[in-house]
T-cell receptor, first 114, second 115 residues
Framework: EAGVTQSPTHLIKTRGQQATLRCSPI?????VYWYQQALGLGLQFLLW???????NRGNFPPRFSGRQFPNYSSELNVNALELEDSALYLC?????????????FGEGSWLTVV | AQSVAQPEDQVNVAEGNPLTVKCTYS??????LFWYVQYPNRGLQFLLK??????LVKGSYGFEAEFNKSQTSFHLKKPSALVSDSALYFC?????????????FGAGTILRVKS
């Protein structure tokens, strides 16, 4: 069974541009989560989508946005890129958004802003 | 406030010796506790979780963790460490749907196992 898949693996963008990251959850999972892992800042929660709706949002500016499609895949958009947006972006999924359900992570997308 | 702490930045252990990676949490309700491992330039791999029931939880690759409510701790343990266990370990806690079902992660602990 395929795990959480993310694309692209690496992305280099210029400051001010937009980046789009994509995620396919494990088959049967309806909840998708996005996390940012920046050097020195640890793992920070970005967004949670469940059944196509945004359910929760972390402490990030509005230029971080996303959506979940009817097939439960998701994309994360980062507008007006800043140098400090350089990080590993991890997508994760779980079977529904029920408390205690295991959240499984993908390998991540490395975003470098120059 | 909901939080989780990993008091050690790094743990060093000799191969074959038991290992412990510490985690404590601060909670205003019932916590759901998780351990993940991250190898260099990779995503996070799930090791184990505590939801309810037995305080000793067994997980992948021979790891186990003990939930201690009175000490608000969830330490990760393994009886005999392998060099291949060397990685970055994260403790995480979820406080339920009313908090958005998100995982709050500790800062991580680097485990180095020397042969």
């Amino acid at each position: 069974e395929a795990g959480v898949t993310q694309s692209p693996t690496h992305l280099i963008k210029t400051r001010g541009q937009q980046a789009t990251l994509r995620c396919s959850p494990i088959s049967g999972h309806t909840s998708v989560y996005w996390y940012q892992q920046a050097l020195g800042l640890g793992l920070q929660f970005l967004l949670w989508y469940d059944e196509g709706e945004e359910r929760n949002r972390g402490n990030f500016p509005p230029r971080f946005s996303g959506r979940q499609f009817p097939n439960y895949s998701s994309e994360l958009n980062v507008n007006a890129l800043e140098l400090e947006d350089s990080a590993l972006y991890l997508c994760a999924s779980s079977y529904r958004g029920e408390v205690g359900n295991t959240i499984y992570f993908g390998e991540g997308s490395w975003l470098t802003v120059v | 406030a909901q939080s989780v702490a990993q008091p050690e930045d790094q743990v060093n252990v000799a191969e074959g010796n038991p290992l412990t990676v510490k985690c404590t949490y601060s909670v205003s309700g019932n916590p759901y506790l998780f351990w993940y491992v991250q190898y260099p330039n990779r995503g996070l791999q799930f090791l184990l979780k505590y939801i309810t029931g037995d305080n000793l939880v067994k997980g992948s690759y021979g790891f186990e963790a003990e939930f201690n409510k009175s000490q608000t701790s969830f330490h990760l343990k393994k009886p005999s460490a392998l060099v291949s266990d060397s990685a970055l370990y994260f403790c995480a806690v979820s406080f339920g749907m009313e908090y958005g079902n998100k995982l709050v992660f500790g800062a991580g602990t680097i485990l180095r196992v020397k042969s």
